[in-house]
């Protein structure tokens, strides 16, 4: 049995689980408080679970027995835990309410093929189920979720290196972190190339995160442990003051989620210098200032079309990243990628400079948007979609690249348009007049003309209509 064929079966139990109202995301926490058990079992670390709450203590109960040891297993696991175990199952209940359902569960998860799955990567079983749980429209992770294909992309051109602190301050799953694992381990032979410390800093130092939902929390945990890793995960927020222990970095990839903070309120940063109520800005933000200032920590940042032009705290902070970075790259990414239809992304490769002023001179944009097809589930994004980017963003010399979705402008032109980023696209009939626009910001004064243009037609039409009416009777 391949980690398909069990993601599969483990996924499938959720039908299990519909009478008891239960949802898909709390269905995969849910899961995650099982197979974490399981999981210890299987790799031989139940060292860090006491003796009565290991994986045999579910499977030799059954009714209500295994259903009350369970609530009580979560409940002082805990409170009581240490460590990894602790953060796994903090404030953790369950949905459960039937016990008949709780033991079928627990009876097929242990009549798996463990032995194939441990092959093939229990890591690689797990992010079988995340990704399944955010390709369920019904679930609501879709939109949170960053589709593998670009993940792969953006990791392989950022090219994190041995030794580099990498971090993602909206964690998610920890997607991206694994990916960049995942590379450097591909660039040393699973860390045998490396001295015993430099192996025992891949492994606990090198990749960090924060993550503000808990359940997502606990996803991104279990993800960092099945794929090896003993990351430094925090909980919290990293538009807070939290948000300032994550400075010094090399490498940050990341995808922030889309949005205003509730109330429209700022952030509770006291060091954003031009502090917004707009999330993606102030994320922007927080990564620009927390890379090295040596001429090579290195950013890839998932963004909506906002950031590029929104007015205002937008424009000011554009002009700082172009300050302080070297903003040498933007993907315009198709629509549909994302769950949430119609969210219209980018991605922003930047580099920090040495100093804090004029270390953009250029910026190359990629138009992966305009003539693509609708992606969904009967045409996935794959990694060959990004061939042509790839090609053109590693060219040795950018300027003999032909491909008429590579664009460039110099900074010089950017400051004529106000700063404004949202470029790049091919004038074509297929976009509508808004991205055909060259600037899609307008004055006040156009806006309001447009508007007066308007209404004085309307009113032309109804005073014929009116003249008709009154010339019929």
Known sequence: MNTQEIVQKLWNLCNVLRDDGITYHQYVTELTYILFLKMLKETD?????????????????????????????????????????????????????????????????????????????????YEGLLEKNASEKKSGAGQY????????????????????????????????????????????NDYYDLSDREAEFQRKEAFTGCELVQDTHRLALMNAMLHGLESEILLGDSLSNLGKEMGNMDVILTNPPFGTKKGGERPTRDDLTFPTSNKQLNFLQHIYRSLKANGKARAAVVLPDNVLFQDGDGQKIRADLMDKCNLHTILRLPTGIFYAQGVKTNVLFFTRGTSDKGNTKEVWYYDLRTNMPSFGKRTPLTEAHFDGFVAAYTAEDRTKVQDERWTRFTREEIAAKGDNLDLGLIADESLSSYENLPDPIESAEEAIAKLEKAISLLNEVVKELKATEEGQQ
């Open 145 to 188: 979720f960053t589709p593998r294909p670009l993940i792969n992309v953006m990791v392989k051109l950022i090219d994190p290196q041995p030794g580099e602190r990498c971090n993602d301050p909206a964690a998610g799953t920890f997607g991206f972190m694994i990916a960049a694992d995942r590379h450097v381990r591909e660039k040393t």
């Open 45 to 125: 670390r139940e060292d860090s679970i006491p003796d009565h709450y290991r994986w045999d203590s579910l499977t030799s109960k059954h009714g209500i027995e295994l259903y009350d040891h369970y609530r009580k297993l979560l409940l002082d696991l805990g409170t009581e835990g240490h460590g990894l175990v602790k953060q796994i199952y903090a404030n953790a209940n369950t949905n459960i309410n039937e016990p008949k359902n709780l033991e079928k569960i627990i009876r097929s998860i242990d009549e798996l093929d463990w032995y194939s799955a441990r092959e093939e990567g229990l890591g690689d079983l």
